[in-house]
């Protein structure tokens, strides 16, 4: 039954999900108000943020009573599709009610001079004036753009490498990635280096951020692709940087966490996002 009947439409957006059928101590009628929430949300009806209607309208709607339509909504909050606002409310999860702060003054530039540089790293010196403090001269170290691919497999498990990392002298698990080329689409970057360092082609990858890992005196723009499926083509044809490749559970990724294996802020940021979405949308980018 149309969300439309009920309430008006929300902001624009979907989760790719996949119906449930049956859920485990759930009755029929339970399940059947179960999946008609759940396609509010993947067909985008109810995009991200969007209030439900309140329960006294869902039960209208809904083959369920107020207990069991509440079991319901329990489930959708566990699952990570619905969080409570308010006492009473559900909203869909990935809105954003945090506002931005207005009227603060950014730093200002003077200006630059490059002290070193070459294919590799470049080290600037900045000429800032932060609000309220006297002119200096700040370090900015500039880096390459990276792509880094987390991609799972059927029975939840992610394609890792055990290498190491001279720089810390240790040892650990890692997503593969690598350096975006001059012109190269940063997704393609990001296929072509599992193949070159894992050799397992992904079926398909999907973007899910762009972030800076030390943004206070660096700039490395890193980008993050997620997908499900990979195809295995050869050995790894990097041999630079591949290491010992496996499928790692993600229910091990806390534990690998907790230990202290896992190695770079790309990995930690995927891992981390593919943990906070299990069960919406599987491996693919929130909202």
């Given at each position: 039954?149309?969300?439309?009947?009920?309430?008006?439409?929300?902001?624009?957006?979907?989760?790719?999900?996949?119906?449930?059928?049956?859920?485990?101590?759930?009755?029929?009628?339970?399940?059947?108000?179960?999946?008609?929430?759940?396609?509010?949300?993947?067909?985008?009806?109810?995009g991200p943020g969007s209030k439900l209607p309140s329960e006294r309208k869902l039960e209208e709607r809904l083959p369920v009573r107020r207990t069991a339509l509440r079991q319901v909504l329990a489930r959708l909050v566990s699952e990570g599709l619905l969080v409570v606002h308010g006492r009473s409310s559900y909203r869909v999860a990935g809105g954003v009610s945090t506002q931005a702060p207005e009227g603060l003054a950014p730093?200002?530039?003077?200006?630059?001079?490059?002290?070193?540089?070459?294919?590799?790293?470049?080290?600037?010196?900045?000429?800032?004036?932060?609000?309220?403090?006297?002119?200096?001269?700040?370090?900015?170290?500039?880096?390459?753009?990276?792509?880094?691919a987390a991609v799972v497999d059927d029975r939840d498990?992610?394609?890792?490498?055990?290498?190491?990392?001279?720089?810390?002298?240790?040892?650990?698990?890692?997503?593969?990635?690598?350096?975006?080329?001059?012109?190269?689409?940063?997704?393609?970057?990001?296929?072509?280096?599992?193949?070159?360092?894992?050799?397992?082609?992904?079926?398909?990858?999907?973007?899910?951020?762009?972030?800076?890992?030390?943004?206070?005196?660096v700039d490395s723009p890193h980008e993050v692709f997620v997908g499900r499926g990979a195809t295995r083509v050869g050995e790894p044809t990097d041999q630079e940087e591949a290491g010992h490749v496996e499928w790692v559970p993600l229910s091990d990724i806390r534990g690998l966490m907790a230990k202290g294996d896992l190695l770079g802020s790309g990995t930690l940021v995927a891992l981390l996002h593919l943990l906070a979405n299990r069960g919406i949308g599987g491996v693919t980018a929130a909202g």
């Amino acid at each position: 039954m149309p969300l439309s009947d009920l309430t008006q439409r929300g902001y624009a957006g979907t989760h790719q999900t996949t119906r449930v059928e049956s859920a485990p101590r759930m009755g029929p009628k339970s399940t059947e108000a179960y999946n008609e929430i759940r396609s509010w949300i993947e067909s985008g009806e109810l995009g991200p943020g969007s209030k439900l209607p309140s329960e006294r309208k869902l039960e209208e709607r809904l083959p369920v009573r107020r207990t069991a339509l509440r079991q319901v909504l329990a489930r959708l909050v566990s699952e990570g599709l619905l969080v409570v606002h308010g006492r009473s409310s559900y909203r869909v999860a990935g809105g954003v009610s945090t506002q931005a702060p207005e009227g603060l003054a950014p730093w200002k530039i003077h200006g630059r001079r490059t002290i070193y540089e070459n294919k590799w790293v470049d080290l600037d010196l900045v000429d800032v004036e932060p609000p309220g403090v006297d002119r200096f001269e700040h370090h900015l170290v500039r880096l390459h753009h990276v792509a880094i691919a987390a991609v799972v497999d059927d029975r939840d498990r992610v394609l890792m490498l055990w290498r190491y990392r001279f720089v810390t002298q240790s040892w650990g698990w890692e997503l593969p990635g690598g350096i975006v080329d001059d012109g190269e689409d940063a997704r393609a970057a990001a296929l072509r280096e599992v193949e070159e360092e894992t050799g397992w082609r992904p079926d398909a990858l999907e973007h899910v951020v762009t972030y800076q890992p030390m943004v206070g005196m660096v700039d490395s723009p890193h980008e993050v692709f997620v997908g499900r499926g990979a195809t295995r083509v050869g050995e790894p044809t990097d041999q630079e940087e591949a290491g010992h490749v496996e499928w790692v559970p993600l229910s091990d990724i806390r534990g690998l966490m907790a230990k202290g294996d896992l190695l770079g802020s790309g990995t930690l940021v995927a891992l981390l996002h593919l943990l906070a979405n299990r069960g919406i949308g599987g491996v693919t980018a929130a909202g």
